[in-house]
């Protein structure tokens, strides 16, 4: 049985996406994501599945983990999300008047909070805070978070699905030391890696010629500063693709020729959500 780190505690919506990942697999919690890192880069038989982007409140801020500890990306998986109102079994939504959750979480409800006159209180997480109305019992508390959550802490789904937008969907990495490269075939790919510039002028303008001239299409690049510095920066990219397709290994060979720094992160099929 192989393990998964997930950061925050059980209920989470990494749990959840965790199980659907992998339903055999042992779930194991960690306060942070670094310790999350931390243990997959030291365990051959362990995963970690982090929450990489949300389609509405956009980066969650993992990107310098991945520079750090510069595990494999084995694939990706994108997960509804499904925000509910959770409460005490006695409690009804007249009764609430103090909502808590992770900051994303209680961003995502506003429009509910602001329409029921709620309270919204941040912390650390969604699964984290339904614990905490489980055991302080205070009648007019309530969390956001899963259904799952609900189940294992024996709380009340007081109002489901009360999220902003019914498309809430985030995207989960699962990351491991192990190197896990799909054969490559006629499905849809996504090859993801990072680099870092030589220092010079138009530097960018000049590296993405390549995947211009091969006609592959870039889905995501995204810039942060290296480690106590603003002068340079790590820029992390997805392409469609696999990097057996010839037109991507031309593509990459001619960014590194502008590279100091070049790392392909994993090679893996594209999540059927894409699809959508």
């Known amino acids: 049985m192989s393990k998964i780190y997930i950061q925050g505690t059980f209920g989470a919506y990494s749990h959840l996406a965790a199980l659907n990942i992998e339903p055999e697999a042992e779930v194991i919690p960690c306060k942070t994501f670094d310790e999350c890192f931390l243990k997959a880069s030291s365990e051959n038989n362990s995963k970690v599945v982090v929450p990489e982007a949300n389609r509405i409140t956009g980066n969650i801020g993992i990107e310098y983990l991945i520079f750090k500890y510069r595990l494999n990306i ?119 890696f990072l680099f870092k510039l030589k220092s010079k002028p138009a530097a960018l303008y000049q590296s993405l010629g390549g995947f211009a001239i091969n006609g592959v299409n870039l889905t995501k690049l995204q810039s942060y500063p290296e480690q106590n510095s603003f002068e340079t920066y790590f820029f992390l990219c997805d392409l469609d693709g696999h990097i057996e397709d010839p037109k991507v290994q031309k593509s990459l060979e001619e960014l590194d020729l502008h590279c100091q720094d070049f790392h392909v992160l994993g090679v893996f099929e594209a999540d059927e959500f894409r699809n959508k």
């Open 74 to 192: 084995q694939g990706e998986h994108f997960q509804k999300i499904e925000h509910k109102l959770l409460g005490l079994p006695e409690s009804k939504l007249s009764d609430i008047k103090d909502v808590f959750s992770h900051a994303q979480g209680l961003s995502q409800c506003s429009d509910f909070l602001k329409k029921n006159n709620l309270i919204g209180h941040v912390r650390a997480d969604t699964a984290g805070s339904a614990e905490k109305i489980s055991k302080n019992k205070v009648k007019s508390a309530a969390a956001i978070a899963s259904s799952l959550s609900a189940k294992i802490y024996n709380l009340k789904i007081i109002a489901s699905n009360i999220e902003n937008e019914n498309l809430n969907v985030t995207r989960f990495l699962i990351m491991g030391k192990e190197v896990l490269q799909p054969v490559f075939g006629d499905k849809k790919y996504i090859t993801s």
